[in-house]
């Protein structure tokens, strides 16, 4: 890639729905992570991850927050709860939504070029 | 003050994945065989046959509280207990109207068993029960201390339908009494691992789903096995204290 792909990239190609972070969508995406046990997520993500989960529970922030992860993409419909996006716009962290199930959205992500992290 | 034993999560034979010898006066039975003083009657979103194990353990001098085990959308299980079985089953309505309407499937999961003190079989509950709820862990952790009941995130050490491991650690918001920890880890072992937890008391229990698993896995210091001294012992309040017995098996 000549250039990093962004979470504004992401949220326009993969048609997701903005619901905060919308200040933060110049982060560039390093790579992608798809889980949704969060204990799984906070040990095998990285910073710049694009995070594919069905989670919408407050915590996905602060796991975001302490990974470093530029985006969250709640896949499948799921509505991230009021306290969710309150946190989100707090911390930055652009939160997308999509009503694409999870595999479809890490399918178009990885048509993006963005590839799985390997764990070290 | 005396030293009380307790195992505060139980199944019945209620539950698909318990056995059906899981009736309240075998329950009660191998409660008082092991010392147990206090028990813990919390099947899987549901608590149909809490009133049977309260019956059969007054008969026998066992104190039963009586609570549900929610699995929340997050798949997270919450043990909630509740003074009276009036408000319990008032939680007891939201928690069903929460579940999706599934039938159960016997042959697959197990049969769901709805039984009187005496261990008669009354009937079987039709909605599947091992099935997550659409309520979220901060909804239950709310509502159910609005109702007056206890929360508390049940096996956090387990590697499924656990608190920390579905979300991570203990939300700021949730204000459970307590922890549980399952009968393979130790206290230590969980605080050295899960900082989340620091300044929660924790409890261990069996999450008895055969006889043969219930044991004392909590030993409270308080001056009866009441549902009063048991949320006064949680406060550690006038010198009370509960505390897992670190018994690793």
């Known amino acids: 890639m000549d250039r990093r792909v962004t979470v504004g990239d992401i949220a326009k190609e993969l048609e997701c729905e903005v619901v905060a972070g919308k200040s933060c969508l110049d982060n560039e995406v390093s790579f992608g992570y798809s889980s949704d046990l969060l204990s799984d997520v906070m040990a095998g993500a990285g910073p710049g991850d694009v995070w594919v989960t069905v989670q919408v529970h407050q ?7 302490l990974t470093g992860i530029s985006a969250i993409i709640v896949a499948g419909g799921a509505a991230p709860a009021d306290e969710t996006v309150l946190r989100a716009n707090e911390e930055g962290i652009p939160l997308l939504t999509t009503a694409k199930p999870s595999f479809e959205v890490a399918g178009r992500l990885y048509s993006m070029g963005i590839r799985g992290r390997v764990k070290t | 003050m005396k030293l009380f034993f307790a195992d505060l999560h139980i199944h019945t ?21 092991e010392g147990l003083d206090i028990i813990g009657i919390s099947d899987h979103n549901s608590a149909e046959n809490v009133v049977a194990a309260i019956e059969a353990g007054a008969a026998e001098g066992v104190t039963v509280i009586g609570g549900i085990e929610v699995q929340t959308v997050e798949d997270v299980h919450v043990l909630t207990f509740f003074p009276c079985v009036d408000t319990l089953f008032r939680w007891q309505d939201e928690v069903y109207s929460a ?7 016997e042959k697959r999961f197990g049969e769901q068993l709805l039984m009187d003190s005496n261990g008669n079989v009354t009937g079987k509950l039709r909605t599947f029960l091992l099935a997550s709820t659409s309520m979220s862990v901060d909804y239950v952790g ?4 609005e ?12 590697p499924s339908f656990s608190l920390i491991r579905n979300l991570g ?9 307590c922890v549980e920890i399952s009968k393979n880890t130790s206290s230590g072992s969980a605080k050295e691992r899960f ?11 069996s999450d008895a789903h055969r006889l043969s698993e219930i044991s004392a896995y909590t030993e409270i210091l308080m ?20 505390r897992p017995l670190d018994i690793v098996c």
């Open chain 1, 59 to 65: 915590n996905i922030i602060a796991v975001a927050s």
């Open chain 2, 99 to 105: 579940l999706p309407d599934i039938e159960n499937d």
């Open chain 2, 195 to 205: 900082s989340s937890i620091a300044g929660l008391p924790v409890i261990k229990s």
């Open chain 2, 223 to 242: 001056e009866e096995a009441s549902w009063e001294e048991l949320l006064l012992a949680l406060a550690f309040v006038g010198g009370r204290s509960i």
């Open chain 2, 13 to 33: 034979a209620l539950s698909p994945c318990a056995e059906n010898e899981m009736t309240p006066p075998a329950i009660i039975k191998a409660a008082k065989a």
């Open chain 2, 142 to 145: 709310k509502r159910v201390r």
């Open chain 2, 169 to 177: 650690f203990v939300p700021d918001t949730l204000l459970p009494c």
């Open chain 2, 147 to 158: 109702l007056g009941g206890l929360v508390i995130p049940a096996h956090i050490d387990r």
